[in-house]
DNA sequence: TTGTGTTTTATTGCCTCC
DNA sequence: GGAGGCAATAAAACACAA
């Protein structure tokens, strides 16, 4: 549409075209190319390409501006021997191929960022297994204990109850003070027997898979915190025990 | 030379803004 | 409602291997 005949004069001839055997001159007059019925008046040509020079001066105004005002349209097509339109296009299509060009480009660095925290959070888990085999490996006594710990909570559900009733018959002040006492030290001295262990000292390899108990006993030992079972709030104990055997296990 | 893939120029249709 | 932008697409020009 834009293309203009063999013959028609050429004021602004395209460099390149014009020394190219057998090729006519894209080109003609500013004047001619804003005539609308210049266009309408020339039979549907081949398009061309723009020349070097041409692309060069386009490519520099986008990097300016790659939003095109009319004023600069008119201006480049001026400059150029273009048809504003061809300019208005040629933003067009250079717009098109930066979005891609940018797309491409932000692709690539999301996927370096997603690499590297890849990379990251397999080192962390790699990190976790290896703590974990270490807390298996060095304190064996530790994993039967929070089984023992869970079991233990559930069944002295109904022991507790029974003591305290009892304890508050006898002194109905002091309960809280001497019951914790009391409970926190039987909790542990069972907890350390069911599990196989003295509380103090480490299993031997044979002892861990058959569970015999030697005179060292077990090297793992809970802090005495964890065993002050409050009278009024074990509740709240044995939810922080759950939270801690869902932490082991997980 | 020819087939094929890529790039560039241009069109069309739809949407938004003034 | 017209101008201009964008996405999708057509088609010519170009590059290049076989």
Redesign the pocket.
Known sequence: ???CNAGVPMAVLAMDDATRVGKRPFFTTHEELLEEEYYDEQAPE?????TAEQ?QLLERSFEEEN??E?ERKTELARRLGMAP??V???F??R???W?TKQLETDYDRLKAAYNALAADHQGLLADNDSLRAQVATSSPCFVSTVICLTEKLQGKETSLSATIAAQEVDQPNEHTTGTEKLLAQQLKDDLHSSCGCTGHGALSSEEEDGGVVSDEGCNFDLPDAMFAVGVTNHGAEEAQLANWTSWFWN
């Open positions: 549409m834009w293309a081949k398009k061309r390409r723009l692309v939003k095109l009319p339109r061809q208005a296009v040629w067009q299509n717009r098109a191929r979005k």
